[in-house]
């Protein structure tokens, strides 16, 4: 398989993960061809900056991208300020993800979640003006700002900033606003796809070029016994669908991103989360189709072959989670089969 029929490759890393663990992964990841390294921070974990801050120190190639901050956790002058100051760190590798974050967490700090979509319109217009090195009047929605500037010169004033989102007014909000779309786990390649028309078609509505680029994360599995690799795929998602199918009873868009395409319906996944919860192992209560779903996994080869479905979805690169304690050989294995990109 050629490079060209398969997005750019990048890693995920999380708060659950040490500062030290994300620089021995980064590290690996840069040296086995990787093209980036993103940062999802979850709610009352461990905040990513310490270790993106650590990573672009220690790496000289791949690009550093925070997916997502969020501008409940940080008013959008914070995230001008600290992205600002990464870029600099990186030597402008830096890449930002602003995002509405999750309803419950932002609730259990003590904040009106009434308004998401709103928040990010208005975290956009902020940082992006701050970023420009204006002094910004913003009078929002959820947030504001009043004579606030950076006081210093960013790297990169025109810095590209991707939007995740997942329901149709979001999608049709990055369109308008946003210069690339970030897609999470647990969202179809059919869904990608549908959104990738729902983004384009709001982008030339509103005059403007459609979003440069899509980000999507997978989780990943990659060992050479193709067995072995399904299988502890499997243990991956098990987590994952009984916590995102949830998510759904809430916001009806994180139930279609699974269903679309997916090969799956309705009841099939509401029997697989029950047996979950019943205490059935993952490699029971879900079948292979939740990993050709939601999944990368397999030899090399499979998962090549399955980013190339993400790649004709429109994905420019695609984020894979290696988890577990054999994270380091998984990626030294699949970067094996990628060809080493010059620095």
């Known amino acids: 398989m050629s490079e060209d029929q398969i997005p750019r490759l990048g890693i995920r890393l999380h708060g659950g993960l040490s500062p030290a663990r994300c620089v021995a992964l980064a590290g690996g990841a840069e040296a086995a061809g990787f093209d980036s390294v993103w940062f999802a921070e979850n709610p009352f974990g461990r905040g990513v900056l310490p270790a993106a801050a650590v990573c672009a120190v220690a790496t000289t190639r791949i690009r550093i991208g925070i997916g997502v901050f969020n501008p409940f956790n940080r008013h959008p002058t914070l995230i001008a300020m600290e992205i600002g100051a990464l870029d600099e760190l990186a030597r402008g590798r830096a890449a930002l993800g602003i995002g509405a974050g999750i309803a419950t967490a932002v609730e259990r700090m003590g904040l009106d979640y009434g308004r998401p979509l709103g928040a990010v319109g208005d975290a956009f217009a902020i940082v992006r003006a701050m970023l420009r090195g204006e002094t910004v009047d913003h009078a929002g929605r959820v947030f504001s700002a009043r004579g606030a500037a950076l006081g210093f010169v960013p790297p990169r004033p025109e810095m590209p900033i991707l939007m995740a989102a997942r329901g149709d007014q979001s999608l049709r909000l990055c369109g308008r606003i946003a210069d690339g779309l970030m897609i999470s786990n647990m969202c179809t390649a059919g869904f990608t796809a549908r959104a990738r ?24 599995v990659a060992r050479a016994d193709r067995g072995e690799a399904i299988r502890a795929a499997k243990q991956v998602l098990g987590d994952m669908v009984t916590g995102f199918w949830s998510l759904g009873a809430r916001f009806a868009a994180a139930r279609e991103a699974m269903l679309l395409d997916s090969g799956l319906d309705a009841p099939e996944l509401e029997a697989a989360v029950a047996r979950l919860a019943a205490g059935a192992p993952a490699a029971e209560a879900l079948d292979d189709r939740f990993v050709a779903a939601f999944a990368v996994a397999g030899t090399a080869e499979d998962c090549l072959a399955r980013a190339a479905v993400y790649a004709d979805a429109g994905v420019d690169e695609l984020v894979l989670t290696f988890a577990g304690d054999r994270a380091a050989d998984d990626i030294a294995y699949l970067g094996s089969r990628l060809a080493v990109n010059s620095p």
């Open 197 to 220: 028309d729902i983004v384009a078609a709001a982008a030339e509505a509103a005059g403007r070029p459609a979003p440069g680029e899509i980000v999507q994360y997978v989780p990943c």
